[in-house]
T-cell receptor, first 117, second 116 residues
Framework: AQKITQTQPGMFVQEKEAVTLDCTYDTSDQSYGLFWYKQPSSGEMIFLIY??????QNATEGRYSLNFQKARKSANLVISASQLGDSAMYFC??????????????FGTGTQLKVEL | DTGVSQDPRHKITKRGQNVTFRCDPI?????LYWYRQTLGQGPEFLTY????????KSRLLSDRFSAERPKGSFSTLEIQRTEQGDSAMYLC??????????????FGPGTRLLVL
C-alpha cells in the first residue's frame, strides 16, 4: 500500500525567505508520480508541481521546485522568495501507475505554512 | 471560468436526510474523481469515472453513497440517510488521461457538508 508522510504539521517562514516542506513516501512500485498541492483557507486544491519517478531532473515551476531523492524516497517542496499569499495548507500526494492503482491520488496529512512579515 | 465547478459550496442537513452534490469538470477532461476531506486530514479517494463508466470505488464508499456520470460530462454524488460522520469537504477533480501524461488532477472548490 502507498503511504505519504508529512512530518511538519506547521511551518513559519519570513517573507522573501526560502522554505522547504518535507514529504516522504512509501511504495513498492517502480513507476509513480509525486504531486504537491496548495489549499488556501477557501478550500480549493491548487496543483503546484509534478515529478515522475523516472524523471532525471528535479521539477521546477516558477518559485516552486521539488527536491526529489529517489533512494531516500523523499520529495520535498522548496518555495523560494516566500510571499504572504503562500500562507496555506500544502499537501504532498502520490499516484502509482501500476495496473489498478493509476486512478487515484494518495495524500499526506499536510503542512500548514504561515508566511510572516 | 473554465475550471472545475461544484454545487452547492455549502450544505447543512439533518441526520437521516439525503443530499446530492454536483460536479462539472473541465470540458475536455475524460476522467472525474471524487474525494472526501475531513478536518485536519488530506483528501481521501472515493471513486473515479472514465467518461461515463465508474471504474473504481474505495471501501470508504458505503452503500449509502452513490455516484453517477450519466453522459460522461457532469457527475453527481448522493449520500442517503446522512450521518454525522459524513460531515466533510467533498472534492471533485478532473483530468485528461493521455498516454505519457499529463497526470495532474484539477480540483474544484469543494462542497462543505455539515450533518446536524
Amino acid at each position: 500500500a502507498q503511504k505519504i508522510t508529512q512530518t511538519q504539521p506547521g511551518m513559519f517562514v519570513q517573507e522573501k525567505e526560502a522554505v522547504t516542506l518535507d514529504c516522504t513516501y512509501d511504495t513498492s512500485d517502480q513507476s509513480y508520480g509525486l504531486f504537491w498541492y496548495k489549499q488556501p483557507s477557501s478550500g480549493e486544491m491548487i496543483f503546484l508541481i509534478y515529478q515522475g519517478s523516472y524523471d532525471e531532473q528535479n521539477a521546477t515551476e516558477g518559485r516552486y521546485s521539488l527536491n526529489f531523492q529517489k533512494a531516500r524516497k523523499s520529495a520535498n517542496l522548496v518555495i523560494s522568495a516566500s510571499q504572504l499569499g503562500d500562507s496555506a495548507m500544502y499537501f504532498c500526494a502520490m499516484r502509482d501507475f501500476s495496473t489498478g492503482g493509476e486512478n487515484k491520488l494518495t495524500f499526506g496529512t499536510g503542512t500548514q505554512l504561515k508566511v510572516e512579515l | 471560468d473554465t475550471g472545475v465547478s461544484q454545487d452547492p459550496r455549502h450544505k447543512i442537513t439533518k441526520r437521516g436526510q439525503n443530499v446530492t452534490f454536483r460536479c462539472d469538470p473541465i470540458s475536455e477532461h475524460n476522467r472525474l474523481y471524487w474525494y472526501r476531506q475531513t478536518l485536519g486530514q488530506g483528501p481521501e479517494f472515493l471513486t473515479y469515472f472514465q467518461n461515463e463508466a465508474q471504474l473504481e470505488k474505495s471501501r470508504l464508499l458505503s452503500d449509502r453513497f452513490s455516484a453517477e456520470r450519466p453522459k460522461g460530462s457532469f457527475s453527481t454524488l448522493e449520500i442517503q440517510r446522512t450521518e454525522q460522520g459524513d460531515s466533510a469537504m467533498y472534492l471533485c477533480a478532473s483530468s485528461l488521461a493521455l498516454a505519457g501524461g499529463p497526470w495532474d488532477q484539477y480540483f474544484g472548490p469543494g462542497t462543505r457538508l455539515l450533518v446536524l
